[in-house]
């Protein structure tokens, strides 16, 4: 995971209110222990790349930033042209005892969350146990993102994986911002590989195909003619 390595970023010096957002992001090479029974393709690998990012912001900022990361989003949905998806709100459950902080503060996140995902204009419903976002490939299964660890089939950047975590900074103790987001456009890049794989059956839209295009000659007198054509 990589959240005490960007608070420790942020903490590393002093932070005015005029200097937030302050928005740190990378694309860092995770390890996790799998057993080798729960392996699966690129979906649900031991090594893999992840898409990160922590935005530290004032509690006034936080509606903001939630829309900024899933306008990211759509733009990775739209250039991708892949439209069958769902979206889930994760809110907290009132009754357990796992959460941090003022439940009014939670209320007011939520309701940025509600608000974000109202600008996507598609149909949400909301969740509140896990809080996952749910995208569905060709195939129809149903993939599901639960923050910092996706399930088998879920890809972090086919939907908003925005996660609002206002009181992160208790616990990590950076120098004060009122809350932190969690978002992803991507996730596991080898799971959102994996997902592209199957939502396009293998059959790519040429910009975006590892090969474009070959050159076959239909006879050996054509071989020189060819390799002017591939070097063109």
């Not at 903490?11 to 392996?39: I, K, N």
């Not at 209320?107 to 995902?117: G, H, V």
């Not at 149903?142 to 088998?152: E, G, K, N, S």
């Not at 040429?206 to 295009?213: F, T």
């Amino acid at each position: 995971m990589n959240c005490p390595h960007h608070i420790k970023i942020y903490s590393s010096q002093p932070h005015s209110y005029r200097d937030l957002p302050v928005r740190l992001a990378e694309f860092g090479t995770v390890y996790r222990w799998e057993q080798s029974g729960e392996l699966n393709g690129m979906t649900r690998v031991r090594g893999f790349t992840q898409d990160d990012a922590h935005l530290f912001c004032t509690e006034d900022q936080v509606p903001q930033e939630i829309l900024g990361c899933l306008s990211l989003v759509k733009i990775v949905l739209a250039t991708l042209g892949m439209s069958d998806y769902r979206v889930r709100v994760g809110l907290r459950d009132p009754d357990s005892a796992k959460y941090t902080g003022d439940p009014a503060n939670w209320d007011k996140a939520e309701a940025a969350c509600r608000e974000a995902a109202k600008t996507l204009e598609v149909p949400f419903t909301e969740n509140r146990a896990k809080p996952p976002s749910t995208a569905e490939n060709r195939l129809r299964r149903p993939r599901c993102h639960r923050p910092r660890m996706a399930a088998r089939h879920g890809p972090g950047g086919l939907q908003p994986a925005a996660t609002l975590r206002p009181f992160l900074h208790r616990r990590r103790q950076p120098a004060a911002p009122a809350g932190d987001g969690s978002p992803g456009a991507f996730g596991s890049m080898e799971r959102f590989v994996g997902v592209l794989i199957e939502h396009f059956g293998g059959d790519f839209p040429s910009w975006l195909a590892p090969e474009q295009a070959r050159v076959l000659p239909i006879s050996d007198k054509m071989i020189d003619y060819a390799r002017d054509v591939v070097a063109a």
